[in-house]
């Protein structure tokens, strides 16, 4: 009788096992459905993790370049800071330095006597206190020409400041001549004798050479300093009797003489218009007047031409 083999079944996928030491083998039949599936499953989870990958790293890449972008605008940001930082510290400069020229224009204006003529600094309009209107377009700061402006104006200012105090400096030493130059009346009274010849007071009918000019008023009548100077000699001096002496520099020297008192010591600093004695009769005189008299490196002139 002829015996029947099973056929395998070609539906099914077999796996043989075979173990060691002499144990029996044994095989597992898997359906080939199920090898597929999980054939298609695998390929379907591989392609799900190898797109989860490459999208975490596309975002990690994203990542990191944003992180690199706002890093560098952090760091633009740090620097513009900076610059601001910077240029708000010019500006104060700016500020201290026109404070110092707002000074140098009111020392200008002091030594030439001219604050009367003007109550602010010419450097700006008149500020005044019942308007506060104020305006103009939104502007955001541009760092190069902000920097530009704050260079051009310290060049500017620098500039200002230099011509500023050359100003001052001709216009104090101006000044310092002019205190030093006899040009006041140091005396008030009638003029009774000028300068050069003249009719003897003395009534011998003779002439003789007056070297400077007499101004006559009541004894005590106050006599100050025609200008800024040193007392050389403040005593009794022959025909001039009591007299004051005063060396203005640059070779020029006043005398006062007749006088009733002098106030003043040799030596002493005296100022234009300061009190340096009272008029008298003291010396050659026929009445109470001063001698007033100008000496520019020890030869006498006019005192007119210096009045």
């Known amino acids: 009788m002829k015996q029947n083999t099973p056929k395998p079944d070609k539906r099914k996928y077999t796996l043989m096992i075979v173990p060691h030491h002499g144990k029996s083998v044994f095989s597992i039949n898997i359906p080939i459905k199920t090898v597929k599936y999980a054939a298609i499953t695998l390929g379907i989870c591989l392609t799900i993790l190898s797109g989860t990958m490459l999208n975490y790293r596309y975002q990690a890449n994203t990542a990191t370049q944003e992180k690199q972008e706002l890093n560098q605008l952090r760091a633009v940001n740090n620097k513009q800071h900076v610059e601001l930082e910077e240029l708000a ?8 330095d026109m404070n110092r020229l707002n000074q140098l224009d009111t020392d200008l ?6 604050e009367d003529s003007a109550d602010t600094s010419r450097s700006a309009p008149a500020r005044l ?13 541009n760092i190069a020409e902000l ?6 104006l310290k060049e500017a200012v620098n500039e200002r400041e230099n011509s500023l105090r050359n100003l001052k400096s001709s216009l104090a030493e101006k ?8 040009s006041i009346w140091p005396t008030n009274g009638e003029v009774t004798s000028r300068f050069g010849w003249r009719s003897s007071p003395w009534g011998t009918g003779s002439g003789d050479w007056h070297p400077g000019i007499d101004i ?7 006599i100050t300093a025609a200008a800024d100077g040193t007392v050389v000699n403040s005593s009794w001096y022959g025909g001039y009797g009591n007299m004051v002496e005063i060396d203005h520099g640059n070779g020029i020297v006043t005398i006062y003489g007749h006088n009733s008192q002098n106030l003043v010591a040799p030596g002493q600093q005296v100022k234009k218009g300061q009190l340096i004695a009272h008029m008298g009769s003291t010396g050659y005189s026929t009445g109470p007047h001063l001698h007033y008299e100008i000496r520019v490196n020890g030869t006498a002139v006019n005192p ?3 009045l």
């Open 89 to 96: 510290k010019a500006t104060a400069d700016l500020q201290q």
């Open 109 to 114: 204006r002091r030594i030439v006597n001219s």
């Open 129 to 141: 206190t019942n308007y506060n209107g104020q305006g103009g377009p939104d502007v955001q700061p």
């Open 147 to 152: 920097k530009n402006l704050v260079k051009e």
């Open 175 to 182: 000044k310092e001549r002019m205190a030093a130059t006899p």
């Open 216 to 222: 006559a008023n009541d004894t005590g009548t106050p």
């Open 304 to 306: 007119s031409s210096f």
